[in-house]
């Protein structure tokens, strides 16, 4: 990962940490009106849901209801504090039932922005975000979210005139200073970005978002130790956090930790949904320790195809010890191969929690792995009625493909690049894609777009971008793609 895949980073993880309709901080800006009685429930809900007493906060929604139950303030907070709770799909009537109380609710606006985002991705987002704009344009936290969203879709001028407008109406805001540090990040300027994190007072805070972003700016000042440690605690607090995870790992590897980078996510890339780059990483750690043998077992999982398999992840901090145990229970049954009995644990968790999305997933995870690829998308498709991430949107495909409705497939990845332009995975299954159909322009634009994206250490994708140009007449350019493919193979494996 070089130092423009860095700056990805940086607009797609740093950015979307900085924006999540999840966030503990998501009503902090908002306010609520009504009588005295009604504002101080509202607000005791909010003090004991921070405090994760959710519970206790359903409560005093409850009594708040029973005073002001057609308050539109009122339902986006049921929605958010439901959506903590994990009742994803009742989360999504209250906040439809608060947008149809109060249509031009600023809050019910924003609720609206982040759900399609979850859903439906960056771009479908951001009319709804304009809309909450406008019926409160001197909101700090919808300008804040607002231009985040702007810079996930790389449309960095945009988001600098929205950071620009949010300091103009709140200058000390912190969301001000950490998104300038972005914005400093991408543009090399790590100096300022670090003044400017400072100033912010967000790492200190322990904000996630901030956090990384710090440990980005290690890596670009060449300090990788540093981020090292910063990483290496937030992955203990997010160990779910694909993208972060691959961050440490190639801290690890910029610090030359080539045996703690193996001894961490050895076991991880082994695994069958390891992406790629993660493989490719330790596969290199091993070849500069000059085993070159296990280097060319990782390096050529790294070069193959990007099929979606399951594995268990193991308790260190590249598995996640801390990952929901029905997560972990059903995930070593799918490994297992035990269909039969991933496919009853999952109905008993829709049973136990019929309103999770998440669970919903995981039912689709075992319906696939089961064969069952028709009740898989029904069960995917309601948990993307609430999130789409991609990790979900790839197993959506895979599911797609297994039924045979590879126009589907193919159409719902060219959807997610739609929001998500930068994804380099998803830029280069569909440039995959492209090359069977022998579309060798799109397959050059698929690739060089994600090359500039930091996916120029793949040598499968350098060859594929070698072939397009052939076909393409450009023979020079072929020839160059091509020596850059055979450059990054593994040493002592080139065939004479």
Not at 307 to 324: C, M, Y
Not at 356 to 384: H, I, K, Q
């Amino acid at each position: 990962m070089h130092s423009r895949s860095l700056l990805w980073f940086v607009a797609a993880t740093a950015l979307a940490l900085a924006g999540c309709s999840g966030s503990d901080n998501a009503d902090d800006n908002t306010g609520i009106s009504g009588s005295a009685e009604f504002v101080r429930l509202v607000e005791d809900a909010r003090f004991e849901a921070d405090r994760g007493n959710l519970a206790q906060a359903g409560q005093l929604l409850d009594e708040a209801r029973e005073i002001e139950p057609e308050n539109p303030g009122l339902w986006v907070d049921i929605a958010r504090l439901r959506f903590r709770g994990g009742e994803h799909l009742t989360a999504l009537e209250a906040a439809d039932f608060a947008l149809e109380l109060g249509p031009q609710y600023a809050p019910a606006l924003l609720m609206r922005a982040q759900l399609v985002r979850d859903a439906h991705g960056l771009s479908a987002a951001l009319p709804w975000f304009e809309a909450a704009i406008r019926a409160d344009p001197r909101n700090p936290e919808l300008l804040a979210d607002y231009a985040a969203t702007l810079g996930d879709l790389g449309r960095y001028k945009d988001m600098l005139a929205v950071v620009r407008k949010l300091a103009g109406i709140e200058p000390r805001h912190p969301q001000v200073f950490y998104l300038q540090a972005v914005l400093a990040t991408r543009a090399g300027e790590t100096v300022l970005a670090r003044s400017l994190l400072s100033r912010s007072g967000l790492v200190e805070r322990e904000v996630p978002a901030a956090i990384l972003l710090n440990a980005l700016i290690d890596m670009q000042q060449a300090t990788p130790d540093n981020a090292v440690q910063s990483l290496q605690q937030l992955a203990n607090r997010q160990p779910g956090n694909i993208r972060l995870l691959e961050l440490l790992a190639k801290a690890l590897w910029l610090s030359g930790r080539d045996t703690e980078l193996i001894e961490q996510f050895g076991e991880r890339a082994r695994a069958g949904d390891a992406s790629p780059y993660l493989a490719e990483l330790v596969g290199r750690a091993h070849e500069r320790m000059g085993d070159r043998i296990a280097a060319a077992a990782f390096l050529d999982r790294a070069a193959s195809n990007r099929e979606v398999r399951w594995a268990v992840l193991g308790n260190t901090v590249a598995g996640g010890s801390t990952l929901p145990g029905p997560t972990v229970q059903l995930r070593q049954m799918i490994s297992g191969q035990d269909p039969s009995g991933a496919e009853a644990f999952a109905r008993e968790l829709l049973d136990r929690f019929p309103k999770s999305s998440d669970v919903r997933a995981l039912a689709g995870d075992a319906m696939l792995a089961g064969g069952d690829a028709e009740s898989a998308l029904d069960f995917y498709g309601t948990a993307a009625s609430v999130r789409r991430p991609w990790p979900l949107t790839r197993k959506i495909v895979a599911a797609y493909r297994a039924y045979g409705d590879n126009r589907a497939a193919d159409t719902l990845l060219i959807r997610h690049l739609s929001g998500e332009p930068n994804n380099t995975e998803a830029l280069a299954m569909l440039a995959e894609r492209s090359a069977l159909a022998e579309d060798w322009l799109r397959v050059a634009v698929l690739l060089d777009h994600s090359i500039s994206m930091g996916a120029g250490h793949d040598p499968r994708l350098l060859t594929m971008r070698a072939r397009a140009a052939e076909a393409l007449g450009n023979d020079q350019e072929a020839e160059r793609f091509r020596d850059r493919a055979q450059a990054l193979q593994p040493v002592g494996f080139v065939a004479n």
